[in-house]
């Protein structure tokens, strides 16, 4: 059933519908502001999932304050059915555009994408994730001044970086023409997945089809994910080598290979753009005026039917967000997002026809309302911030006033040793702010009985410098010494196998043996050039190391005795089979197994019995 009032919204019209829910156009009776309502289906309202999936997309857009993005109104529940309020646009989307059969210039089609990857540049530096980048949900205004060429709408299924998200595990979800190999895999996805996304968009517009298509879905999926991509320069002319080579490298099936970000491609476009002074045509130029609207145009939600049973006309409304409100390239405040931090606009409870009340609660909250919340919290904050900056001027003059004479007294040792210790101890604790407070303490008390503890740290903050400069320098320089070069390349192992690694650092010990009984090297020495702190960072990544080669040993022992019991299954089904050809493929099977266990444990001393059995039981019957 429609529903007649959503808070401050009363509903005029159906503007589609889907399985998860629908789109009114609505009147904001505060403001007299006709806008688009989308909601979840009633009786859906008590699905967690869902419900989650559906406070997600709102989460999603109140981040978003962009001119290349359709901007969320407010949002709210209404007698437990939840709800949000978007800005329609008025114009048609690119892919209404192709269908009709218009085709893009390079020129237009490198100003458009200008203006996607200023939208997608917005989403990625607030950590979201589109994922369903398509002609169908880039919307293009009748007038592009108003604020934008093109507007991005639709994060019905965006996600935040790294979040856990509400898809399952291997779960494809996107449009397969428009999906990035890894998406159609079903396995993690970053930001990359717009910028191939966008990719194929380009394409469209030059040639009026994306180059992956098939009868099933599955089939477009397949190719997505193994098929090489023809350029766009043989099937559109008079592309420029610059952006054929642009497309090209978007639509690479390695992440790593495309651009790293929105803000790299805008960039290689701005710079393609300016291969020409001619004007570029705009899409009012060529395109017959109609009208969309612009929630109605995702296949989430199809288009209501008529009563006589044709797709209704979109209906056309202007939206509220224009430049004037939004910078170009704003930076969205933080938002609150918790109900308790706004003063939310009460709404009237809901009935169910017959009078009676219903009992879920409701509320509403409109952008505005979070944005002045926002601006108060800040103004707050910074006077808080200007008391407590005048406080700390008056204690710190105090202080300077009262206590001149401690300050041109030497610090004792107790007083250095105690501020020393206060550094290192610390949760946080970085010994490098601590370095001038060791050099002065051992240089005034070198004898003090605490002197050697602090030289044990002076020595740690040492290999700590070394350590980080062991990382950083590249391996191919020419003056690295051999020393360095040798631990280096141990520590190349560490990822491979612990254990491997341990046994490279404790041969460099043993190799330069000489070096670590000899006396300490003079305190002068520079760092990187000191032979015995090479090798006392050895041992600590031995010593640091230890637990993960343990683990590693383990679970090799652990991998080697279930390998040699199932060899011994292998024989036992084999000596039981009553064919020759099945007891022939068992005993390769158990023969390929031992074989695999010596060749791969046969180097690590703690397998050495596993593999003294394996070798025993090839040589056997």
Known sequence: MQPTHLGPYTISASLGHGGMGAVYEAIDQTTGQTVAVKTLAAHLGDDPGLRRRFAAEIETLKALRHPCIVQLLAFGEEAGEPYFAMEVVRGRSLEQLLRSGRRFSWRETVDMALDITRALKSAHDHGVVHRDLKPANLIVPDEPGAGAAIKLADFGIARLFGGAGQTMAGMIVGTAEYMAPEQAAGGPVDHRVDLYALGLVMFAMLTGRPPFQGGQPTEVIE????????????????????????????????????HASALAVGRTLAAIATQTSAAPATVADHAPPAEVDLLAQTEHFPRAASPGGTAAPPVVIRGAVTDRDI?????????????????????????????SSAAKASRFTTVEDMQRVTQAEAAAKQRRENRLHAALAIVLAAVVAGGASLLLRPPTADELHAQIMAV??????????????????????????????????????????????????????????????????????????????????????????????????????????????????????????????????????????ATLAEAKNLATQAASATEGVARDRLLDHRRSLLQGLIEIYAPRPHVADAVDKAKALLDGP
């Not at 190719?223 to 054929?244: C, G, H, M, N």
């Not at 390239?329 to 706004?342: F, H, N, R, V």
Request: proline fraction near 8%.
């Open 223 to 258: 190719r997505q994910k193994s098929e090489i991509p023809p350029r766009v320069s043989t099937r559109s002319a008079d592309v420029p080598a610059s952006l054929d080579d642009l497309i090209d490298r978007l639509l690479a099936k390695d992440p790593a290979k495309r």
């Open 327 to 355: 910078p170009a390239d704003a930076q969205t405040m933080p938002m609150p997002t918790k109900a308790g931090d706004l003063a939310q606009r009460l709404t009237e409870p809901a009935t169910d026809g017959i009078g």
């Open 424 to 561: 290192a101890s610390g949760p946080d604790a970085d010994l490098r702010d601590a370095r001038p407070l060791i050099d002065r303490f051992l240089s005034r008390h070198p004898d003090d009985p605490r002197a050697q503890a602090v030289r044990d740290l002076d020595r740690g903050l040492d290999l700590d410098l070394l350590e980080r400069r062991a990382r950083r320098r590249r391996m191919n320089d020419g003056d690295m010494p051999s020393l360095e070069r040798e631990y280096r390349a141990a520590m190349a192992r560490e990822d491979e196998s612990p254990v491997a690694c341990i046994a490279a650092l404790e041969a460099i010990l043993v190799l330069h043996a000489d070096i670590r009984l000899a006396a300490a090297p003079s305190s002068d020495a520079a760092v990187e050039n000191d032979p015995a702190l090479w090798l006392a960072l050895a041992q600590r990544q031995i010593d640091k190391l230890g637990p993960r080669a343990d683990q590693e040993r383990a679970q090799d022992v652990a991998t080697a005795r």
